[in-house]
């Protein structure tokens, strides 16, 4: 069974701030992992991914996360927060011993950042 | 181009009504998906063509009912829906049904069952 955990249903930064959004992963196998933001009335973007190789993974909008194998975790990270980063941000997995290679999502974090 | 389009963005339909929701991609990609999302809760994976032919079916109601046209094109027809299935409903592609493939979200179909 695959799963992923979001232990924190909302963070709250000042701009300008780093900002932090945890994960961590429970899979059998190799984890394929991403990092979904989902803005007021809107569909998912897709921010990131790590598949292999460096542990830390640049993506969009100035937004990073660290794969940790020891720790099974994938946090989301930013240097210096904007208030256009508020959305509710997904971390997700797939697993390659699950058949179908679904995505499975966590159950989400709410940044807001204030100004 | 690396948009996935939905349409209608918003919906209202009664409980006899038949609709049906429509998404478009031109990126080229084989795989696409339909999700149900739920007010303030992760995406739930409906269903899953993979080089048009139905891959996975997440035991939805047949109440739903995905059709694949053709390789740019995700339907899903909706017939006899109940108010609890009123949520945003969000199609995505990826290149394939791969694990090391991101899948690109359209803006979704946010519907209403009265």
């Known amino acids: 069974a695959q799963s992923v955990a979001q232990p924190e249903d909302q963070v709250n930064v000042a701009e300008g701030n780093p900002l932090t959004v945890k994960c961590t992963y429970s899979v059998s196998g190799n984890p394929y992992l991403f990092w979904y933001a989902q803005y007021p009335n809107r569909g998912l973007q897709f921010l990131l991914k790590?598949?292999?190789?460096?542990?830390l993974v640049k993506g969009s909008y100035g937004f990073e996360a660290e794969f940790n194998k020891s720790q099974t975790s994938f946090h989301l990270k930013k240097p210096s927060a904007l208030v256009s980063d508020s959305a509710l941000y997904f971390c997700?997995?797939?697993?390659?011993?699950?058949?179908?290679?679904?995505?499975?999502f966590g159950g989400g974090t709410r940044l807001m950042v204030k100004p | 181009d690396t948009e996935v389009t939905q349409t209608p963005k918003h919906l209202v339909m009664g409980m006899t009504n038949k609709k049906s929701l429509k998404c478009e991609q031109h990126m080229g990609h084989r795989a696409m998906y339909w999700y149900k999302q739920k007010a303030k809760k992760p995406p739930e994976l409906m269903f899953v063509y993979s080089y048009e032919k139905l891959s996975i079916n997440e035991s939805v109601p047949s109440r739903f009912s995905p059709e694949c046209p053709n390789s740019s094109l995700l339907n899903l027809h909706l017939h006899a829906l109940q108010p609890e299935d009123s949520a945003l409903y969000l199609c995505?592609?990826?290149?394939?049904?791969?694990?090391?493939?991101?899948?690109?979200f359209g803006q979704g179909t946010r519907l209403t069952v009265v």
């Open positions: 995505a592609s990826s290149q394939e049904q791969g694990l090391n493939t991101e899948a690109f």
């Open positions: 790590y598949i292999t190789g460096d542990n």
């Open positions: 997700a997995v797939r697993d390659p011993n699950n058949a179908g290679n679904m995505l499975t």
